[in-house]
């Protein structure tokens, strides 16, 4: 199909292969279009620029589709229909596409960041930067936006997916939302987690995973490297993703995120916190906040080249500052808060290299659906909030199966915004208003029991929310499947057939409830412990509690870190809800082939999760000096017992009785 | 011990008449029992030394001495051959006199000051004479008569066009080449002719190892002139009156042998415009480059683009040039190390940077200015051992238009010709040759034919015997290290492992060595190169870096607490039994003696 604009007329035509029809302005920046024909006006050249800049990303697009026809086969009329328009353009129309760079390479770049009160008058901001490199053999040597280092990384080690986090703070579940995607896909452990799979053969995953530590530690400034050894990382059968032979994970709970690791991170981002977006990345109220994780996923195949997400989240304590008139008595509640409040910086324009840079406001569902049982004329401007920027598009959740209301998304331009006019994208809330965030179907918890330093056990505890539709909407018969996916470090000798499972308080029957669990026991110094147990517990349960013993181990002089008497770790378990799935779908403009690398995330479906706390077990220290005591004690227990063998050996008994028997005579 | 004292009374009563002499033969019991407790424990002492014993490859420490007194401070200088043939007769002159005119020559123009790799007086010389009806060869060596077949090629080859002759010489001494009995490296050849078609001196060097003189009929003095200064300059220099002065590498060559040349354009702010180029162009043109530097080092090419890159330093306006300008000084500030992120690789390679600068609008045309005030042409720099930096300024810079539509552009092929061109110079000063071969030497009237990967056979001769010097000596004084740490540290553990990397060094550093001096100078690069890098593999080998050798202290601490009071013990009983012994069997003897008496 072809699509030319008659100057004469200032409309579009379409040209078939049957048949030619004029066509309006907003069909014309569908799909089907593969080639379009523009005019230079010479009277009107910079409105005609900055026409071709707004249509820059739609002609972007348009390119691909042509490259993707031109391998179609088509019938002999539109080739000589092109043959035609081709003349015909020679003569009156000037072809401007011509002029779209091939430069780039189709490597591309996306930068999008999501703003989102949270109900217990935190902000969330979740920054997502998207690099993309298309299958290439120079993939690794020659790039243009693409971050080399990354490419290299991807080549040597043979990645087909990793995914890296550091993370300082606890995500709250029970306040920032334990059912929606920011819960699931970013909220993180504390410390560094890793995991990553390798196209390569399962007899050298492990080395390559040994070398990528090392490579990752060097390039984050970490000590990623501390999970090189094979009794830090874990092989997961299906507990942490489903069904990968060749994944490792590995998690160290207690690495200590700086900026150290962010500006290496930041520097795989074209622009950098130079321009766009990223240059809001304050360092102080970053490592102020509450929680943040920075987050790196690599995605690579054959099909699809390489493809880089950088996330970040930080949830930021906003500052009740009252200097706003109506903030008294509003403002205790929530407070008003903008992007320049929070990060003491505003938006002066985008990253010139991202081909989509925006900014998205979030108000969650129940949030939204209180502001729209107020009737307002306005969603983003009434008598409870207002917004201080004018958004640019405002989405609707597709939420058809809930009649709760639905979230509500406003979108910014960034590339609107330049040094004069910054974007300063804030709420100001004039009413107070409380609402609560979706939770998940349980609560859960992790402690350990006991006392003493040799013994104690760990306990899993899930405490049903109760407030799932999905619970009031099932009969009595039914029942909801919980995943645990628990690492032990070694020198924590967990007794697997020590385990209990109380529902309701009262013990259960091991093969009653768990459906499926496979367990690869610690070796001494070689492995850790996992454990991946698939529980089936019925629905109208109150609480469920999973108790394992164990026993502490000893540990080899030299293994001790130097904070031995700190206590030692167990990184964060990992608890799955597979009947859970979550995604959220915005209504975007079909007509208008909306693309959000941030919100196509959104829509992909996973199941609800959640990271347990990180427990802490305290090991005997010993007394470093010990070895030589031990020796020097001993030796002088065997010293003592040689010499007086010795001497019973060599006694002469009878001359002794003569000696003394003549000296007792010569006495008396 | 107080058991001991208490239970044994030493002060035996010798005024105890009764007790001075004894009637028995002292008994044995116990001296027998006490040795016997004794000579195991003196047995097993070699034992317990041995099995505690610290395990440390034997290293060849005498061989690591001999060759590093041969190598440093200066490796004996590869051997550098001549052989002149003359295709004229020449009148009333022998080979060997036209051999001893040559050297002194040369002898006159070689510096005393002797640079890492060169020649110096490590030369040899060879004359044929070839008349086309009779043929002398210097020396009478029958490998020479097989070099150079007489009566093949005569003057009239000169007449043909340079790269033909360049051609065909190379054909005749390539079929020659094939002859040479010693088994060692092409020697230089240098041919004098006399053609018609040309008018006076005509020097021409090629692009292998041979050099062409045709001349009308010179003195003979003059033909030894010409061809001392054509071999000093050329063949034993690399072009350049001196030999390369220069100490260390030009180009840091990784641990491994590899060299990272990493590519950076640098949009410095990608508001005002973004250039791409197509690196697969440039790729292409290296090539041939890479394979010809092999033996050196295996060179990887790698190019990413850069964004908001500013430089560090401040230009200047300059109405007269009609551009920004910054001086040589400003050179040091230019490279913003904190906001150029160059080094991206993962690969632990030496690296080479090149980058080049595409200024900002404001700043732009953006140009340098030389010390005598005038603009450089290539608008580039390099700096030593780092890399180079070109400014390269976008064609419509001066162009003042208000868009704020983004310019992105792939940079116009010709444009990126040229860039490669100055690229290509930088690579080539970088490893330590003039950035152009300047077709026509001015002084001497010597034309010059380029190379066809960029690096003539004879400048690649040059580099080779630098590297290979180079990378004897830091080889040397690696393993020199080495052995110094073992020897000074008796109880360190040396696995097998090092005691073979050593090994494979030496031999890999003698093989370098005979190499240069037999004039293979490709070879002995490549073998250089790999005994450096076995060298520094045995040294940093994670066993030697790690600290867990056993200390003396520890030995000591860990078996004193027993074997000190039980030897103790021991010891001091044996004493005691002997005495003991001795005197009851003094007691016996006396009263035998009484008895016999």
């Given at each position: 199909?072809?699509?030319?604009?008659?100057?004469?007329?200032?409309?579009?035509?379409?040209?078939?292969?049957?048949?030619?029809?004029?066509?309006?302005?907003?069909?014309?920046?569908?799909?089907?279009?593969?080639?379009?024909?523009y005019r230079?006006?010479?009277?009107e050249?910079?409105?005609?620029?900055?026409?071709?800049?707004?249509?820059?990303?739609?002609?972007?697009?348009?390119?691909?589709?042509?490259a993707?026809?031109?391998?179609?086969?088509?019938?002999?009329?539109?080739?000589?229909?092109?043959?035609?328009l081709?003349?015909y353009?020679?003569?009156?129309?000037?072809p401007?596409?011509?002029?779209?760079e091939?430069g780039?390479?189709?490597?591309?770049?996306t930068?999008?960041?999501l703003?989102?009160?949270?109900?217990?008058?935190?902000?969330?901001?979740?920054?997502?930067?998207?690099?993309?490199a298309?299958?290439?053999?120079?993939?690794?040597?020659?790039?243009?936006?693409?971050?080399?280092a990354?490419?290299?990384?991807?080549?040597?080690?043979?990645?087909?997916?990793?995914?890296?986090?550091?993370?300082?703070?606890?995500?709250?579940?029970?306040?920032?939302?334990?059912?929606?995607?920011?819960?699931?896909?970013?909220?993180?452990?504390?410390?560094?987690?890793?995991?990553?799979?390798?196209?390569?053969?399962?007899?050298?995953?492990?080395?390559?995973?040994?070398?990528?530590?090392?490579?990752?530690?060097?390039?984050f400034?970490?000590?990623?490297?501390?999970?090189?050894?094979?009794?830090?990382?874990?092989?997961?059968?299906?507990?942490?993703?489903?069904?990968?032979?060749?994944?490792?994970?590995?998690?160290?709970?207690?690495?200590?995120?700086?900026?150290?690791?962010?500006?290496?991170?930041?520097?795989?981002?074209?622009?950098?916190?130079?321009?766009?977006?990223a240059?809001?990345?304050?360092?102080?109220?970053?490592?102020?906040?509450?929680?943040?994780?920075?987050?790196?996923?690599?995605?690579?195949?054959?099909l699809?080249?390489?493809?880089?997400?950088?996330t970040?989240?930080?949830?930021?304590?906003?500052?009740?500052?009252?200097n706003?008139?109506?903030?008294?008595?509003a403002?205790?509640?929530q407070?008003?808060?903008?992007?320049?409040?929070?990060?003491?910086?505003?938006?002066?324009?985008h990253?010139?290299?991202?081909?989509?840079?925006?900014?998205?406001?979030?108000?969650?569902?129940?949030?939204?659906?209180?502001?729209?049982?107020?009737?307002?004329?306005?969603?983003?401007n009434n008598?409870v909030?207002?917004?201080?920027?004018?958004?640019?598009?405002?989405?609707?959740?597709?939420?058809?199966?809930?009649?709760?209301?639905?979230?509500?998304l406003?979108?910014?331009?960034?590339?609107?915004?330049?040094?004069?006019?910054?974007?300063n994208?804030?709420?100001?809330w004039?009413?107070p208003?409380?609402?609560?965030?979706?939770?998940a179907?349980?609560?859960?918890?992790?402690?350990?029991?006991?006392s003493?330093n040799?013994?104690?056990?760990?306990?899993?505890?899930?405490?049903?929310?109760?407030?799932?539709?999905?619970?009031?909407?099932?009969?009595?018969?039914c029942?909801?499947?919980?995943?645990?996916?628990?690492?032990?470090?070694?020198?924590?000798?967990?007794?697997?057939?020590?385990?209990?499972?109380?529902?309701?308080?009262?013990?259960?029957?091991i093969?009653?409830?768990?459906?499926k669990?496979?367990?690869?026991?610690?070796?001494?110094?070689?492995s850790?412990?996992?454990?991946?147990?698939?529980?089936?517990?019925?629905?109208?349960?109150?609480?469920?509690?999973?108790?394992?013993?164990?026993?502490?181990g000893?540990?080899?002089i030299?293994?001790?870190?130097?904070d031995a008497?700190?206590?030692f770790?167990?990184?964060?378990?990992?608890?799955?809800?597979?009947?859970f799935?979550?995604?959220?779908?915005?209504?975007?403009?079909?007509?208008?082939?909306?693309?959000?690398?941030?919100l196509?995330?959104?829509?992909?479906?996973?199941?609800a999760?959640?990271?347990t706390?990180?427990?802490?077990?305290?090991?005997?220290?010993?007394?470093?000096?010990?070895?030589?005591?031990?020796?020097?004690?001993?030796?002088?227990?065997l010293?003592l017992?040689?010499?007086?063998m010795?001497?019973?050996?060599r006694?002469r008994?009878g001359?002794?009785?003569?000696?003394?028997?003549?000296?007792?005579?010569?006495?008396? | 011990?107080?058991?001991?004292s208490?239970?044994?009374?030493?002060?035996?009563?010798?005024?105890?008449?009764a007790?001075?002499?004894?009637?028995?033969?002292?008994?044995?019991?116990?001296?027998?029992?006490?040795?016997?407790i004794?000579?195991?424990?003196?047995?097993?002492?070699?034992?317990?030394?041995?099995?505690?014993e610290?395990?440390r490859?034997p290293?060849?420490?005498?061989?690591?001495?001999?060759l590093?007194?041969?190598?440093?401070?200066?490796?004996?200088?590869p051997?550098?051959?001549?052989?002149a043939?003359?295709l004229?007769p020449v009148?009333?002159?022998?080979?060997?006199?036209?051999?001893?005119?040559?050297?002194?020559?040369?002898?006159?123009r070689?510096k005393s000051?002797?640079?890492?790799?060169?020649?110096?007086?490590?030369?040899?010389?060879?004359?044929?004479?070839?008349?086309?009806?009779?043929?002398?060869?210097?020396?009478?060596?029958e490998?020479?008569?097989?070099?150079w077949p007489?009566?093949?090629?005569?003057?009239?080859?000169?007449?043909?066009?340079?790269?033909?002759v360049?051609?065909?010489?190379?054909?005749v001494?390539?079929?020659?080449?094939?002859?040479?009995?010693?088994?060692?490296?092409?020697?230089y050849?240098?041919?004098?002719?006399?053609?018609?078609?040309?008018?006076?001196?005509?020097?021409?060097?090629g692009k292998?190892?041979?050099?062409?003189?045709?001349?009308?009929?010179?003195?003979?003095?003059d033909?030894?002139?010409?061809?001392?200064?054509?071999?000093?300059?050329?063949?034993?220099?690399g072009?350049?009156?001196?030999?390369?002065?220069?100490?260390?590498?030009?180009?840091?060559?990784?641990?491994?042998?590899?060299?990272?040349?990493?590519?950076?354009?640098?949009?410095?702010?990608p508001?005002d415009w973004?250039?791409?180029?197509?690196?697969?162009?440039?790729?292409?043109?290296?090539?041939?480059?890479?394979?010809?530097?092999?033996?050196?080092?295996n060179?990887h090419?790698?190019?990413?683009?850069l964004?908001?890159?500013?430089k560090?330093?401040?230009?200047?306006?300059?109405?007269?040039?009609?551009?920004?300008?910054?001086?040589?000084?400003?050179?040091?500030?230019?490279?913003?190390?904190?906001?150029?992120?160059?080094?991206?690789?993962?690969?632990?390679?030496g690296?080479?940077?090149?980058?080049q600068?595409?200024p900002t609008k404001?700043?732009?045309?953006?140009?340098?200015?030389?010390?005598?005030?005038?603009?450089?042409k290539?608008?580039?720099f390099?700096?030593?051992?780092?890399?180079?930096?070109?400014?390269?300024?976008p064609?419509?810079?001066?162009?003042?238009?208000q868009?704020?539509?983004p310019?992105?552009?792939t940079?116009?092929?010709k444009?990126?010709?040229?860039?490669?061109?100055?690229?290509?110079?930088?690579l080539?000063?970088?490893?330590?040759?003039?950035?152009?071969?300047?077709?026509?030497?001015?002084?001497?009237?010597?034309?010059?034919l380029?190379?066809?990967?960029?690096?003539?056979?004879?400048?690649l001769d040059?580099?080779?015997r630098?590297?290979?010097c180079?990378?004897?000596?830091?080889?040397?004084s690696?393993l020199?290290?080495?052995?110094?740490?073992?020897?000074?540290?008796?109880?360190?553990?040396?696995?097998?492992?090092?005691g073979?990397?050593?090994?494979?060094?030496?031999?890999?550093a003698?093989?370098?060595?005979?190499?240069?001096?037999?004039?293979?100078?490709d070879?002995?690069a490549?073998?250089?190169?790999?005994?450096?890098?076995?060298?520094?593999?045995?040294?940093?080998h994670?066993s030697?870096?790690?600290?867990?050798?056993?200390?003396?202290?520890h030995?000591?601490?860990?078996?004193?607490?027993?074997?000190?009071?039980?030897?103790?013990?021991?010891?001091?009983?044996?004493?005691?039994?002997?005495?003991?012994?001795?005197?009851?069997?003094?007691?016996?003897?006396?009263f035998v003696?009484?008895?016999?008496?």
């Amino acid at each position: 199909m072809f699509v030319l604009q008659l100057f004469e007329e200032n409309r579009w035509y379409n040209f078939d292969d049957n048949h030619i029809a004029p066509i309006n302005e907003e069909e014309v920046k569908s799909a089907a279009a593969y080639v379009l024909f523009y005019r230079r006006d010479p009277k009107e050249k910079k409105s005609n620029l900055l026409k071709l800049n707004s249509e820059y990303n739609h002609l972007q697009r348009i390119r691909r589709v042509a490259a993707m026809a031109t391998n179609r086969p088509r019938f002999p009329t539109a080739a000589f229909l092109l043959l035609l328009l081709l003349l015909y353009s020679k003569n009156a129309l000037h072809p401007t596409l011509a002029s779209i760079e091939e430069g780039e390479k189709r490597e591309e770049f996306t930068e999008e960041l999501l703003l989102k009160p949270l109900p217990d008058r935190k902000v969330l901001a979740h920054f997502h930067f998207q690099s993309s490199a298309p299958p290439s053999a120079a993939n690794g040597r020659h790039h243009y936006i693409f971050p080399k280092a990354i490419a290299q990384l991807v080549r040597k080690f043979q990645i087909s997916e990793l995914e890296l986090s550091f993370t300082q703070g606890r995500w709250n579940y029970e306040r920032w939302g334990g059912f929606d995607p920011m819960s699931i896909t970013n909220a993180k452990p504390t410390g560094v987690e890793l995991w990553a799979t390798f196209d390569v053969p399962l007899n050298e995953i492990d080395y390559t995973w040994k070398n990528l530590t090392h490579a990752l530690s060097g390039l984050f400034c970490s000590s990623i490297n501390f999970l090189e050894s094979s009794a830090a990382y874990s092989t997961p059968s299906w507990g942490f993703h489903s069904n990968y032979s060749n994944l490792r994970y590995g998690a160290l709970p207690r690495e200590a995120v700086c900026t150290e690791n962010l500006t290496p991170w930041l520097k795989l981002l074209p622009c950098r916190d130079k321009a766009g977006i990223a240059s809001l990345l304050d360092r102080p109220s970053i490592y102020k906040s509450h929680y943040h994780s920075q987050r790196l996923k690599l995605i690579s195949s054959k099909l699809v080249g390489i493809i880089l997400e950088q996330t970040l989240s930080v949830v930021l304590q906003p500052s009740l500052r009252s200097n706003s008139p109506v903030s008294f008595n509003a403002g205790s509640l929530q407070p008003s808060w903008s992007v320049n409040s929070l990060f003491g910086k505003k938006v002066t324009g985008h990253c010139v290299l991202a081909k989509v840079s925006r900014i998205y406001f979030e108000l969650e569902k129940n949030l939204a659906s209180k502001v729209d049982e107020l009737n307002p004329l306005n969603s983003w401007n009434n008598s409870v909030l207002e917004l201080l920027e004018v958004p640019s598009r405002e989405f609707r959740e597709l939420d058809a199966s809930s009649n709760q209301g639905s979230s509500l998304l406003y979108e910014f331009e960034v590339s609107f915004s330049n040094e004069s006019t910054p974007l300063n994208i804030g709420i100001h809330w004039k009413l107070p208003l409380i609402w609560s965030c979706p939770h998940a179907p349980f609560r859960v918890s992790r402690y350990l029991m006991g006392s003493g330093n040799e013994r104690g056990s760990i306990a899993i505890s899930l405490q049903s929310t109760q407030l799932h539709e999905w619970f009031l909407t099932t009969s009595d018969g039914c029942a909801v499947h919980v995943v645990i996916f628990q690492v032990v470090p070694w020198y924590v000798k967990v007794y697997y057939h020590t385990m209990r499972i109380f529902i309701d308080g009262k013990a259960h029957i091991i093969s009653d409830v768990v459906r499926k669990i496979q367990i690869s026991p610690s070796e001494d110094k070689l492995s850790p412990g996992s454990m991946e147990l698939m529980l089936r517990l019925p629905c109208n349960i109150h609480s469920a509690t999973v108790i394992v013993d164990f026993d502490k181990g000893f540990l080899h002089i030299d293994e001790y870190p130097p904070d031995a008497n700190q206590g030692f770790d167990i990184p964060s378990a990992l608890v799955t809800f597979p009947d859970f799935y979550f995604s959220r779908r915005y209504q975007l403009d079909d007509s208008m082939q909306y693309k959000s690398t941030l919100l196509s995330k959104f829509q992909e479906s996973n199941s609800a999760k959640r990271y347990t706390e990180v427990l802490l077990v305290p090991l005997t220290t010993p007394d470093f000096s010990m070895p030589y005591n031990v020796i020097t004690f001993t030796c002088t227990v065997l010293a003592l017992y040689f010499g007086s063998m010795l001497n019973v050996l060599r006694r002469r008994v009878g001359q002794e009785e003569r000696l003394s028997k003549s000296k007792g005579t010569s006495i008396f | 011990m107080a058991e001991i004292s208490l239970s044994e009374p030493l002060n035996h009563p010798p005024e105890s008449g009764a007790s001075s002499q004894r009637s028995t033969v002292p008994g044995t019991k116990r001296l027998i029992l006490i040795l016997s407790i004794l000579f195991p424990f003196l047995a097993g002492l070699p034992f317990l030394l041995k099995s505690t014993e610290i395990y440390r490859s034997p290293l060849p420490f005498s061989s690591i001495d001999s060759l590093s007194a041969r190598v440093l401070p200066d490796p004996p200088p590869p051997t550098c051959q001549l052989h002149a043939i003359f295709l004229r007769p020449v009148a009333g002159i022998s080979a060997g006199r036209m051999v001893r005119l040559i050297s002194e020559e040369v002898d006159k123009r070689i510096k005393s000051g002797h640079s890492c790799g060169s020649c110096g007086r490590n030369y040899a010389v060879s004359v044929t004479i070839d008349s086309g009806n009779e043929c002398a060869h210097s020396g009478g060596g029958e490998g020479n008569s097989c070099f150079w077949p007489c009566g093949e090629v005569d003057s009239s080859l000169f007449s043909k066009d340079d790269v033909a002759v360049d051609e065909m010489l190379d054909a005749v001494l390539r079929k020659g080449g094939h002859c040479m009995v010693s088994g060692g490296g092409k020697p230089y050849t240098i041919v004098l002719g006399e053609s018609e078609a040309h008018e006076g001196f005509r020097n021409v060097v090629g692009k292998h190892r041979h050099a062409w003189v045709v001349n009308g009929n010179a003195r003979e003095s003059d033909a030894a002139l010409i061809i001392a200064k054509i071999f000093v300059k050329f063949f034993m220099n690399g072009g350049k009156e001196d030999a390369l002065q220069r100490n260390g590498e030009f180009v840091p060559v990784g641990l491994d042998g590899s060299i990272v040349l990493s590519f950076s354009l640098l949009n410095a702010n990608p508001n005002d415009w973004v250039y791409y180029w197509d690196f697969q162009k440039i790729d292409e043109a290296l090539a041939p480059v890479v394979e010809a530097l092999a033996p050196i080092a295996n060179i990887h090419i790698e190019s990413q683009v850069l964004y908001h890159t500013p430089k560090s330093s401040i230009s200047k306006w300059a109405d007269e040039s009609g551009g920004n300008i910054f001086g040589i000084s400003d050179l040091p500030f230019f490279v913003n190390s904190s906001e150029w992120h160059l080094d991206t690789s993962i690969a632990a390679a030496g690296r080479s940077k090149i980058l080049q600068y595409v200024p900002t609008k404001i700043e732009c045309p953006l140009l340098l200015q030389l010390q005598d005030g005038q603009i450089s042409k290539t608008n580039g720099f390099i700096s030593p051992r780092w890399g180079g930096v070109i400014l390269w300024n976008p064609p419509d810079c001066s162009a003042d238009f208000q868009s704020r539509t983004p310019i992105r552009r792939t940079m116009p092929r010709k444009q990126l010709q040229k860039i490669f061109q100055v690229f290509f110079g930088q690579l080539r000063l970088l490893f330590g040759f003039k950035s152009d071969i300047i077709p026509v030497d001015d002084v001497d009237m010597i034309k010059i034919l380029a190379g066809e990967n960029g690096f003539t056979e004879w400048e690649l001769d040059v580099l080779y015997r630098h590297h290979a010097c180079y990378n004897l000596i830091s080889c040397m004084s690696t393993l020199g290290s080495l052995s110094k740490l073992v020897q000074s540290l008796p109880r360190m553990i040396v696995i097998d492992d090092i005691g073979k990397q050593v090994k494979y060094s030496l031999e890999a550093a003698n093989l370098a060595q005979n190499n240069a001096s037999l004039g293979i100078y490709d070879a002995s690069a490549a073998s250089s190169l790999q005994a450096r890098s076995l060298a520094e593999d045995a040294f940093f080998h994670p066993s030697v870096m790690s600290i867990s050798y056993s200390s003396l202290e520890h030995y000591f601490a860990i078996f004193m607490p027993f074997f000190a009071p039980v030897s103790l013990h021991l010891i001091l009983a044996v004493v005691r039994e002997i005495r003991h012994y001795r005197r009851e069997r003094a007691k016996y003897l006396a009263f035998v003696a009484v008895h016999a008496g």
